[in-house]
């Protein structure tokens, strides 16, 4: 932060080059990573990371609001790709029991089914594309630097 007496510092070089760096990394890798998924397995990357985190879930059951912040979708966009999910009978949508107005994404059997299928060309893509790059990088130094971005 800057203070009146302490003004704003421009950029040096390699703040500058870090900066574009994840600006290009965060667009690039989810279509990168999608591309492959569509290729290998006909999944898209946002439905694949919606049956995973239903997958983990308890009862593999979210609230369609939950669900949507934790995939990093718009309420709009989940209902999207929950209802792709639904037609091909991988979750099924069910009533909130405590707010009847609210609605849960599950997953279902054909869902973590489909799911397993898909894992080892998700994981392949994530080798291929991230820590394929980061030998000899210290991960949990990585790790905790990129969660401070959120916080």
């Known amino acids: 932060m ?4 302490q003004p704003l510092q421009p950029l040096n070089a390699n703040e500058e ?9 965060m667009i690039v890798l989810p279509r990168v990573i999608d591309a ?19 997958s983990e879930a308890p009862n593999r ?28 009978g991988l979750v099924e949508r069910v009533r909130c029991d405590e707010d009847a107005r609210g609605w849960n994404a599950v997953l279902t059997d054909a869902g ?3 799911l397993e299928k898909a894992w080892p ?11 394929d790059h ?10 905790h630097a990129l969660r401070r971005f959120a916080t």
């Open 36 to 54: 492959d998924m569509m290729r290998e397995e006909h999944l898209p990357l946002s439905e694949y990371t919606t049956l995973m985190y239903l």
């Open 112 to 114: 973590l089914a489909r």
């Open 2 to 5: 800057s203070t009146p007496e």
């Open 121 to 131: 060309a998700h994981l392949a893509s994530a080798r291929r594309h991230v820590f």
């Open 61 to 88: 059951l979210m609230r369609m609001s939950e669900l949507a912040a934790t995939c990093n979708l718009s309420l709009s966009g989940i209902t999207r790709v929950v209802t792709r999910l639904e037609k091909q």
């Open 17 to 25: 080059a870090l900066l574009r760096e994840l600006g290009r990394v």
């Open 134 to 143: 980061l030998e000899g990088t210290d991960l949990t130094q990585l790790i």
